[in-house]
């Protein structure tokens, strides 16, 4: 089984915390989507056959494609690919492109999940992320979207300066009273080069605060677990039967490819990503070539990831696994490294289905990625 993840590289306007490949200039939208279209059947043995269960369209932000436009790349897929019967095709979607009748029209297309990017339920928060939408549009898509689609997902920001926890909670009030079923949740975080970045370094954004964010995080935690939510990921929560397929197949290694520009792909012990230049995509798709850079993965590099994708889930790394895949000397390496972490209580050993896993304790949680890279194979 495999997926596909195909970049939209669009948006109305760019977030100041985003460092996403995306154009707030839509001119080259018609001969993107064409190209788009083309790299689809460029790609279409790349797979070797295996079928796709899940298709996922990302950005930038999606919606601001029309549902033919989104139709029409489907039809592409179904074309040159086998996709299983009712795979997952989740669509990431803004409030502000989610109007009552656009929302009706998708839950008759193909498209059965929605991702929306709602952030936060108050304005000064959305104004200060410099979203698309307000408030009130995030409310009223979610009241027409709960309507017609039972798998829809939302996204939240905590750690947001001066968010104290009332309002975080109320926060998960709001988002729970709709009876969503997933939540994807991230601490804001600066990146370099953002908006963001450059507007607390000039003083007029105050700084992001670790201490804030473990606090969100672990009332996140807590208040979701209550209400029938399993953390299955560090940022994912989701009720039985609704965790992402298609996130979860990243995290458990299998093949898919990325369609569009920045899109990654991996296959094999193949990793490959295209260009992050709309341009130079549209330039090299337009002559029949791959605008990719494509890495061989070493058995280091696998094992680092096992590592790092393990250790973020609920399923963990399997000591059985590690030693299957890449051999004693990986596994007593894992053994000895962990070792000291999980005497701090920031990891732990639990057995599963026979075999000993490592995972993450609540403790360890928030600091995952830091203790994950102290595990690698240098």
Request: glycine content about 6%; aromatic content about 10%; some cysteine.
């Amino acid at each position: 089984m495999a997926g596909i993840y195909i970049h939209i590289p669009f948006c109305k306007q760019a977030c100041f915390y985003c460092d996403f490949h995306f154009s707030t200039s839509l001119k080259k939208k018609e001969d993107m989507i064409a190209c788009l279209v083309k790299e689809i059947v460029i790609r279409k043995d790349a797979l070797q056959g295996q079928p796709i269960e899940t298709i996922y369209f990302g950005g930038g932000t999606p919606s601001l494609l029309t549902n033919e436009e989104l139709a029409s790349i489907l039809n592409v897929v179904h074309q040159n690919f086998t996709v299983v019967a009712n795979p997952e095709i989740t669509l990431e979607a803004n409030p502000d492109d989610l109007s009552s009748e656009r929302i009706k029209n998708l839950s008759e297309s193909k498209i059965n999940r929605l991702s929306i990017g709602i952030q936060s339920f108050f304005d000064d928060d959305l104004k200060s992320m410099n979203r698309a939408h307000n408030a009130e549009e995030a409310v009223n898509c979610l009241k027409t979207a709960s309507k017609y689609f039972d798998n829809i997902t939302i996204d939240l920001i905590y750690g947001i300066p001066k968010m104290g926890a009332h309002k975080w909670n109320k926060n998960l009030d709001i988002a729970l009273s709709f009876n969503i079923n997933h939540i994807s949740s991230y601490a804001l975080t600066v990146e370099p080069k953002t908006a963001l970045d450059a507007f607390i370094k000039k003083g007029v954004y105050p700084p992001v605060e670790e201490a804030l964010a473990l606090q969100h995080f672990n009332h996140l935690i807590n208040r979701l677990e209550t209400e029938g939510f399993v953390q299955y990921e560090i940022s994912n929560f989701g009720r039985q039967n609704y965790f992402s397929k298609h996130n979860t197949s990243y995290w458990q290694g299998k093949p898919y490819l990325g369609i569009g520009p920045s899109a990654h792909s991996f296959v094999g012990n193949q990793r490959s990503w295209n260009v992050a230049n709309n341009s130079k995509y549209i330039l090299g798709i337009q002559k029949g070539t791959l605008p990719e850079t494509v890495e061989v993965l070493s058995k280091k590099d696998r094992y680092n990831e096992f590592v790092m994708t393990g250790l973020r889930t609920i399923w963990g790394v399997s000591f059985t696994a590690i030693e299957e895949v890449f051999g004693e000397a990986f596994i007593l390496h894992l053994k000895k490294a962990s070792e000291k972490f999980v005497l701090e209580g920031l990891l732990q050993i639990e057995t599963q289905h026979r075999e000993k896993v490592l995972k993450a304790t609540s403790k360890g949680k928030f600091l995952i990625d830091g203790i994950a890279s102290e595990l690698f194979m240098i």
